[in-house]
């Protein structure tokens, strides 16, 4: 089969397309699936480059949870799987083979659904979905009907994504009512809690550039805020909520923003119904953050550190995401064989970007990536240029 194989550490000189690739082979409780369609994570250029340190700054890792890394070269990556049952393993229903379905992500160390404290996940710690075919567990394969929602879409709301979002939420413990901010407010984990938020009644303020925010106002957010000048920060978060506190952030950037979100909840404490609940699950703006501890425990700011979610919540977004409740934001497609284009493009992105990319196969793309492709000419010429780079 043809894959796109990540041979270590490094830029996107590090991923080989390769179409010699085994076609792997489903055990007992799996199922092969015949990928239409994977979206792309921030988690996949950062396992990529050794972007996961959990003990010094310039160590390059990736990270750990048993003991030992898990990610082994050459790996295929890619998360958030959408595709077509193609055959069975021993165990499983055959009426199953044609079935169409979007990947739980995770590669759950145990069988409990309520907690998840060694994540890991397909695409890092076992081969994902950068390729035309995967095995995966039948029981985490689940079945999307919807005939109104095409593969490419659906893979958008993959649970790389999603159930991060979601899980920041529920460890924050947010509740219908409260005021929530959302930072790095346009990608795919941004959009999707601005979407969950309104589901579950809570009132999204999201962080983004001015030029997004009429689409992020149409995803459900009560306001706009950009990070500007920052100074004033908190003042126009505090200038959007009409003085009240926000409730919990949602902190997908780190660095020196961190305090500033921090500020928005701990002014008139008065004010308040609960404590401030900070979820980070990003570090998009840098991993270091300077914090007072004094002002941390004196305002009893409650800190969550979120990676991954749990069986519960997958099992919760999927039903949102039959129900029509959860809505795909795809800002567009590349072919599988494109992946450094797409990962160049990524990393570059400019003003207009919302939502998530989304990988296809070359042999499904007609049928599921085409109607979606990125339409500038710059775009498509640095697609084909990536496309011959990565055949040789």
Known sequence: MSAMLLTGHGDVDMLHYRQDVPTPQPGAGQVLVRVTATAKNNTDRKAREGLYPTKGKEEVTSFAMGGAPTLSFPRIQGADVVGHIAAVGEGVDAQRVGERGLLDFNLYPDDRRDINLMPDYYGHGADGGFAEYIVVPADQFHHIANPELPDAPLAAMGMCSYQTAYHMMTAANVRAGERVLVSGASGGVGTALIQLCRIIGAIPYAVSQPSKADALRGLGAQAVIDRGDLPTF???VLHATEGRPIDAVMDLVGGDMTDLFIDTMIGDMSQRATYPRLAIAGASGGNLSEIMWTRI??????IVGVSHGTREEAEQLIAWIRSGELKPVLHGTFKLSQLHAAERYFVNRGSDYLGKIVIVPDAQWEAHGEPFA????????????SEREARQ
Do not use: I, K
């Open 297 to 302: 425990y004196l305002y009893q700011v409650q």
């Open 234 to 236: 908190v003042e126009r």
């Open 374 to 385: 990125l339409q500038s000419a710059d775009l498509q010429s640095a697609a084909l240029q």
